[in-house]
């Protein structure tokens, strides 16, 4: 998966490039490479290495790759199941495992 910030232009792309990632149900037969990958960016977004993504890390980390504040409330939306605020390694796992 292409991370490098890029342009506008392939903003939605990416967007929806993740948002696939984050919101299917197939996810369930999605290789291990694939998994690897999503782990990778969970450690790319955690910043303090508490396992424990914060609203902070992911905005940081969203908003340097041109997604938009609606993809993060998204993002929490999607993997916060508790709403706390914070995504949790088992919280993030759980939304393809
Ligand atoms: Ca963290
Ligand atoms: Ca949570």
Same mark, same amino acid.
Do not use: C, N, P, V
């Given at each position: 998966m292409e991370l490098l910030n890029g342009t506008e232009h392939d903003h939605w792309a990416r967007a929806e490039i993740l948002a696939d990632y984050f919101r299917s149900p197939s996810?369930? @037969?999605e290789t291990m490479a694939d998994q690897q =990958?999503?782990? %990778?960016?969970f450690d790319q977004m955690d910043r303090d290495? %508490?396992?424990i993504l914060t609203?902070? =890390?992911i905005s940081s980390f969203l908003?340097?790759?041109n997604f938009n504040k609606k993809f993060i409330e998204e993002f929490l939306a @999607?993997? %916060?199941s508790d709403s706390d605020g914070r995504v949790t390694e088992a919280e993030y796992g759980r939304s393809w495992a």
């Open positions: 996810h369930q @037969t =990958e999503l782990m %990778d960016i290495g %508490d396992r609203k902070a =890390e908003l340097s790759r @999607t993997f %916060d």
